[in-house]
């Protein structure tokens, strides 16, 4: 029997996701183009192991169950905004090797036709930025998710009945009354 997709797997990649984002740059003198090319390698081999994780499941549909249906979905999810930032990673990448690319060739770096380097740079570091505020939500709503909660099957412990409408609390109640 395959090994299951858990919250410990989730929780396992908001970490990883959250230790690559620490790593991104802050400011265009940060940004080099090694660098990001080790970033977005890295993100993609967080994204193998996460396909690998649900090819896995998904390869034998019958053994999963409800709960791990909802984990593998949640990962499915963290899978598409993974591949977004290395969207952006990769979007900055571009920037910094046009500026890598205009260094090397004489008196390209001083036409007025041409992006400036610094200016490249500052791009890159803002779409780092928004890979960055991308994996640190996805790590986030990984573990966001349980709360706390248990991860065993609600239909395990008892049948699931609808809920009565909740009513207003007081607060609401006085403010209603107030206006």
Known sequence: MASGVTQATLDYLARRLNDVA?????????????????????LAHHLTYAGERAQERFADPETVHLPERHTLMRLAEAMTAITSAM???????????????????????????????KALRIVAAEKCGTARTRLIATAAQLHAETGGRATQPRLATAPV??????????????SRTAR
């Open 22 to 42: 620490a790593q991104l740059p802050t400011t265009h003198a940060d940004v080099d183009a090694a660098a990001l090319t080790d970033d977005i390698a890295l």
């Open 161 to 174: 009945i609808s809920p009565p409408v909740p009513s207003p609390s007081p607060a609401v109640a006085v």
């Open 87 to 117: 969207g952006k990673l990769t979007e900055a990448l571009d920037c910094v090797s046009t500026g890598f690319y205009r260094e090397a060739i004489p008196g390209v770096e001083t036409s007025h036709l041409r992006g400036d380097a």
